[in-house]
């Protein structure tokens, strides 16, 4: 005679929950990793099919011409107000404030590395010494 099994305690979200292939419970740190590859897989391509354009709109209230600036000098500026945009959110998600948003949170971080990325590019191709666009 085997006992019933016992629903899963509150601290163990995936105690539950067993290999694929019937081998013994996944453990905390491998459940925690899989959530971590996955969300950074999810962040890695979303910067890659960011488009300023489109998304930062609707991520910072700026307007649309600054936003569709090429100009070094705005790019790092864009990435300094998502930066802090970013630790905001980040602030009210570790708070569990009720206006906290994971999908906000998400394209913050996609947008934030899509434009540290491009603004990484634009450095590397300005040549040494040169002055920065605008001023």
């Known amino acids: 005679m085997t006992l019933p099994r016992r629903p899963p305690h509150p ?71 998502l930066a802090r945009a970013l630790r905001s959110e980040r602030n009210r998600g570790r708070a569990g404030h009720w206006t906290y948003d994971l999908n906000r949170h998400i394209g913050l971080l996609q947008a934030f590395r899509a434009e540290r990325a491009r603004l990484a590019r634009e450095t590397h191709r300005r040549p040494r010494g040169s002055p920065t666009a605008g001023g």
Do not use: K, M, N
């Open 11 to 81: 601290s163990e979200p995936f105690a539950h929950l067993g290999s694929s292939r019937g081998g013994p419970p996944i453990d905390r740190r491998s459940a925690h990793r899989t959530r971590a590859l996955v969300a950074a897989r999810v962040v890695r391509e979303g910067a890659a099919l960011y488009e300023r354009a489109v998304h930062l709109p609707r991520l910072i209230p700026w307007d649309t011409a600054f936003v569709a600036s090429d100009r070094h000098i705005d790019t790092a500026r864009i990435c300094q107000a």
